[in-house]
């Protein structure tokens, strides 16, 4: 399939999210995640139990998109909420032992699909992809922070 990037490599990086989404979709699902939950998970998983607007903050999502995607959460047993024992108006979240037994096995299936991704790179090949998408990011988020301003 010939892709038509109109000298716009930003459709060609939306077009490898997609099809990269559409190959982890249906095995994670069979774990039970889902791909939106992904940030909440790693996060939770490197921090341990964080409060809804750290977790929106981290997941780049407004607060009211944080608090339904966690009530899902909750509901399907991957998250539980406790009380902040230094802010007792709020509440801290974090995995529950069901969901950290079972994010080996996502983090398996990520990790598959990116070794698929990167076939027959070179070392030199991926840490050059790996710079040059750090850069685009940055640039990214330093305009998303002039736009917030």
């Not at 995640?33 to 997941?59: I, N, T, W, Y």
């Not at 969901?99 to 076939?119: D, T």
């Not at 991926?126 to 710079?131: G, H, N, Y």
Request: aromatic share 2%; hydrophobic share 45%.
């Amino acid at each position: 399939m010939k892709i038509d990037l109109s000298n716009n490599p930003m459709k060609l990086i939306g077009q490898v999210y997609r099809t990269s989404m559409r190959l982890v979709d249906g095995p994670l699902r069979a774990l039970g995640f889902a791909m939106g939950q992904l940030p909440v998970l790693v996060a939770l998983k490197k921090s341990g139990a964080l409060s809804q607007a750290e977790l929106a903050r981290l997941a780049q999502v407004e607060q009211p998109s944080m608090a339904q995607l966690l009530n899902r959460m909750e509901r399907d047993g991957l998250v539980q909420r406790v009380p902040n024992p230094d802010d007792k108006r709020s509440q801290l979240v974090s995995l529950t032992a069901d969901a950290s037994r079972r994010m080996p096995k996502g983090k398996a299936v990520m990790e598959a699909a990116s070794r698929q991704a990167l076939a027959g790179f070179t070392e030199e090949e991926r840490d050059q992809l790996l710079a040059l998408l750090l850069r685009v990011n940055a640039n990214l988020d330093s305009a998303v922070g002039e736009k917030e301003s």
